[in-house]
């Protein structure tokens, strides 16, 4: 199993809550899958983000992907990490408490499914102007082509 495998699920579970998804958008670095809620469009301008939601997907690396989503914080208001359920059922208690301590949410992967196994704390960051055309521009490129990533 590889991680591009879990991105189909993630972005199904973005898009049943309302986010609309975009894809190795450049964060504080390159983050996996970005969730984004927008406010109405008025005129040619992009619209506001009303919250984004930064979804890192790593198989193994505890330490690396909670370090890597804690830094997707600064960015975005919610932070997550998708891992498969087999491998976060074998976890120590300490390393989700770690999740918890960072902030970071933790989701797990099994057969194509998302589900909540550690809730992310939110943070009220207002995304930065650049992020807000970059994910704009995403969106406007994939509802063109009805193409997904």
Not at 74 to 89: G, K, T
Request: one cysteine or more; charged letters at 25%.
């Amino acid at each position: 199993m590889i991680e591009n495998e879990m991105r189909p699920a993630v972005t199904q579970w973005l898009n049943r809550n309302d986010y609309d998804d975009a894809h190795e958008c450049l964060l504080g670095g390159y983050c996996d899958v970005i969730g984004c809620k927008w406010d109405e469009r008025v005129g040619r301008k992009p619209p506001d983000l009303l919250e984004t939601i930064a979804i890192e997907l790593k198989m193994r690396d505890i330490q690396g992907v909670i370090m890597q989503a804690k830094g997707n914080h600064y960015h975005a208001n919610l932070s997550y990490c998708v891992m498969p359920q087999d491998f976060i059922l074998k976890m120590r208690p300490q390393s989700l408490q770690n999740f918890k301590d960072a902030g970071v949410g933790l989701l797990t992967w099994l057969n194509g499914c998302i589900g909540i196994i550690i809730y992310s704390t939110y943070n009220n960051v207002v995304p930065h102007e650049v992020l807000r055309r970059r994910l704009w521009a995403f969106k406007l490129r994939h509802s063109r082509t009805g193409a997904k990533p």
